[in-house]
């Protein structure tokens, strides 16, 4: 598990200093003319999808998977793991009520429409997000857990680069158009894997397709819970400037894979092409288990979305921003990284058990320091697939102090393998040092 907050209470207090490095997140826009619009080849299509093995995080099939796109509704995912991890923490009960504020009820539909003052327990605030994708209900549990939203924005985007999502930056919890707020095919699909791993007893929000609210019956976007076997999740979004997204998963035979695809030029577009991506991913899964070397590029007609978005005749769960626009450019420029506070990073650090103890031999390898300790496990894991050969006996840890840092570490070689295991690490530029006996 990453490193969690123990109180956001606090953690909010730390970010008060933190304020003028995240001001650029925080700060309001006072006319669609002042935002800093996302910038796109000319060339790149809308459509950018991604296939992972949520077990190893094996990539098993990308298209243009780390080019930076609007999320949509696909945000609601990070809203909702951070109110997970509230309820996993004991700061949140699925009794609590969640209020609705002038802020929230102002909100673009999507949403339940609630007047300012009223309130839901969290649990119905879980299902108007899951199912519903309820603007007004997503900034109302920002407001319950961060104080503000963009207070909780932030928060947003530290967790998600402590989950390994390097190329996304949030700005509201709801994904509301606001062309600040990006991610990547690849970012989502961590964010959707770190959800079921970390809170597995919550998952199952996911696959709700319909909830009962105050005497009325409101059913969900995502039609594949219905359509396709094995189904199960995760969440549908949809803005003119973003596209048809969906981050999917499924399970056949016991495997489960995780598929996120943004800019469809419809529903029935998008859904087809989530179908035939878990379809074949499965099919490639089970043709490899017989020994057969092949990819799902390989087995894909890929006919990729062409010609304008068709608009829907209900949202799903976006509103469309006045004056919100794509500038389009022939030298796109990546998002900066975001400056956080270390003190902030510190708030945030448990305190950490030793490394066990070694397997066979007295020496190792380290392969990275890290700021939390959710970095170094998934460097770790990064390491082991694709320098199996050289690990594979030895015993991955992580070590580290509550204040400093988080050293990825395997432990248990001898002498000679672990001066190879980082002669081959190095060599493909990841950082590797040899941890000689104590």
């Known amino acids: 598990m990453f490193a969690k907050l123990t109180s956001v209470r606090s953690a909010f207090a730390v970010l008060g200093f933190a304020g003028a490095m995240l001001c650029g997140l925080a700060a309001p826009v006072a006319a669609s003319a002042q935002i800093p619009y996302l910038q796109m080849n000319s060339a790149e299509p809308k459509y950018a999808a991604i296939v992972i093995d949520a077990n190893s995080g094996e990539m098993l099939y990308d298209k243009r998977a780390d080019s930076p796109r609007y999320p949509a ?42 007047s300012v003052g009223d309130s839901v327990s969290v649990d119905e605030a879980i299902r108007a997000m899951t199912v519903k994708s309820a603007n007004d209900i997503a900034v109302a549990m920002a407001e319950r857990l961060g104080g503000s939203e963009s207070r909780f924005a932030a928060l947003m985007t530290l967790r998600g680069q402590e989950l390994g999502m390097r190329n996304s930056r949030f700005v509201n919890a709801s994904g509301l158009p ?16 770190a959800t079921m791993r970390d809170f597995p007893q919550y998952y199952s929000y996911f696959s709700i397709k319909g909830f009962e609210f105050r005497g009325r019956y409101i059913p969900g976007h995502n039609r594949l819970l219905t359509n396709m076997q094995g189904f199960d999740g995760l969440k549908t979004g949809y803005t003119n400037a973003s596209g048809y997204n969906l981050a999917g998963s499924a399970v056949r035979d016991g495997r489960r894979l995780i598929a996120v695809v943004l800019g469809g030029s419809s529903t029935a577009w998008r859904d087809n092409n989530m179908e035939d991506l878990l379809t074949t991913g499965f099919d490639v899964l089970k043709r490899r288990s017989h020994g057969e070397r092949t990819t799902i590029a390989a087995n894909l007609y890929e006919d990729e979305p062409t010609g304008p978005i068709m608009r829907p005749s209900t949202e799903e769960g976006d509103g469309d921003q006045a004056g919100l626009k794509i500038v389009l450019t022939d030298n796109p420029k990546p998002p900066p990284p975001l400056k956080v506070s270390p003190t902030l990073r510190a708030a945030q650090a448990p305190i950490v058990k030793p490394a066990p103890k070694k397997a066979k031999g007295e020496w190792g390898v380290q392969v990275g320091a890290f700021k939390s300790k959710s970095l170094a496990n998934e460097q770790l894991m990064l390491v082991r697939s694709r320098f199996a050969k050289f690990v594979t006996d030895a015993e991955g840890a992580v070590e580290g102090a509550a204040s400093t840092t988080f050293r990825a570490q395997f432990q248990g070689l001898t002498a000679e393998a672990a001066q190879s295991a980082c002669r081959a690490i190095s060599a493909k530029r990841q950082p590797c040092m040899v941890l000689a006996p104590r």
């Open 178 to 193: 606001d062309s600040r707020q990006i991610s990547t095919a690849r970012d989502l699909a961590i964010l959707s894997r």
């Open 73 to 114: 509704s696909v945000t609601k995912i990070m809203t909702l793991y951070l109110t997970f991890e509230a309820l996993s923490e004991g700061r949140l009960k699925l009794t609590d009520r969640v209020a609705i504020s002038s802020h929230a009820a102002a909100q673009a539909p999507t949403k339940l429409g609630l």
